[in-house]
């Protein structure tokens, strides 16, 4: 029997900001890519995309926090947005994100951190990254990497 697949859709996903929360976020995002883009390729480069992206928050998050990740596809283009409260600032040389290869991957990486919550006892600090599907309509593009501050 045939499904088409739809034009766009968005899943949501909140785990604990641990190794194992890296892991339920590739397996994921993988499954996610898989049947929105029916190329096994691509699921495993978004799902490595979205793994060091984790990890680099991981190494940065206060205890307890918690993985909030919202992927959303369409023909073009899937947006991620993954955050956690972190103790300090997500740096792209303090933290062990793999930039180069996040960089390298995707159009546009943007980090943003709020101010220090008290109260959260950490930064809300959100990464948010477009990433182009093989074979999709859209040209290359240079990725327009930058960190905020808000």
Partial sequence: MYAPRPTTGTVSVRVPARDIGVMMLRATVEETALVAYSDADCA??????????????????????MFDCEL???????????????????DRDRCAVGWPIVD???????????????????????VDLDWQPAGSAIGPEINESRCDET
Avoid: K, M, N, W
Avoid at 53 to 58: D, E, R, T, Y
């Fill in 104 to 126: 390298a991957l995707t159009r546009d990486t943007r980090v943003t951190r709020s101010q220090f919550d008290r109260a959260g006892h950490g930064y809300f600090t959100a």
């Fill in 72 to 90: 959303s596809c369409t023909d073009e283009v899937a947006r991620v947005r993954l955050s956690a409260t972190t103790r300090f600032p997500l």
């Fill in 44 to 65: 495993a480069e978004l799902g490595l995309i979205v793994e060091e992206v984790a990890h680099g928050l991981v190494d940065c998050a206060i205890d307890g926090s």
